[in-house]
């Protein structure tokens, strides 16, 4: 079946630096992509989307790199603060990755 | 805007008891909603897609028995989890999209189901 996965299930950096978060996919055919964030205990929250016909969208923040050819996703997160600490998940048709944690060090 | 509520938040129940899950959109109408299950330190799984007016469509190696879907209105689902067991306890979570195609889901704030 088709799958969506994560490179790294932890990342751990210094506040104010910035963080990026990777996500393949392999359903070439795909054509819409979210991001979600998701705090201990609570639902996932979007963060940002990106279409197919797109490479790049930004938003406060954070930035969404979609590279069709080798089918990977990635987040940007610019200047991260403790508040970006979380577990970040891609979707793709309703298929979740594994999930990376965003952990922020004041 | 867009908001999904569940409901409860958590419950602890014994051993064959069979528990009720809601899943309400506040401020708009979903024909559809999805359920989630998630083990800690876990991505979230879909379990099953929920069809208002129909019968709701599971992922393969969901029984549909054990997790019995309702979708009554356009606003309200609810997944039921029969004669429940300690290893049906797990993070339960639906959401809803607020009009059909690409759009993001709208999730719940989850209910951690613990069977003793």
């Known amino acids: 079946g088709e799958s969506v996965g994560l490179h790294l299930p932890t990342l751990s950096v210094q506040e104010g630096d910035n963080s990026i978060i990777n996500c393949a996919y392999s359903n070439s055919a795909s054509d819409y992509f979210i991001w979600y964030k998701q705090e201990s205990g609570k639902g996932p929250q979007f963060i940002i989307d990106?279409?197919?016909?797109?490479d790049k969208r930004q938003g406060q923040r954070v930035t969404v790199l979609l590279n069709k050819t080798v089918k990977h996703l990635s987040l940007q997160i610019a200047a991260t603060q403790p508040g970006d600490s979380a577990v970040y998940f891609c979707?793709?048709?309703?298929?979740f990755g594994a999930g990376t944690r965003l952990t922020v060090k004041p | 805007g867009a908001v999904v509520s569940q409901h409860p938040s958590w419950v602890i129940c014994k051993s064959g008891t069979s528990v009720k899950i809601e899943c309400r959109s506040l401020?708009?109408?979903?024909?559809?909603m999805f359920w989630y299950r998630q083990f800690p330190k876990q991505s979230l799984m879909l379990m099953a897609t929920s069809n208002e007016g129909s019968k709701a469509t599971y992922e393969q190696g969901v029984e549909k028995d054990k997790f019995l879907i309702n979708h009554a209105s356009l606003t309200l689902s609810t997944l039921t989890v029969t004669s429940a067991h300690p290893e049906d306890s797990s993070f339960y979570i639906c959401?809803?999209?607020?009009?059909?195609?690409?759009?993001?889901?709208?999730f719940g704030d989850g209910t951690r189901l613990s069977i003793l």
């Open positions: 401020d708009f109408q979903a024909t559809t």
């Open positions: 979707d793709n048709d309703m298929r």
């Open positions: 990106i279409r197919s016909n797109m």
């Open positions: 959401s809803a999209k607020v009009h059909r195609g690409n759009q993001p889901q709208h």
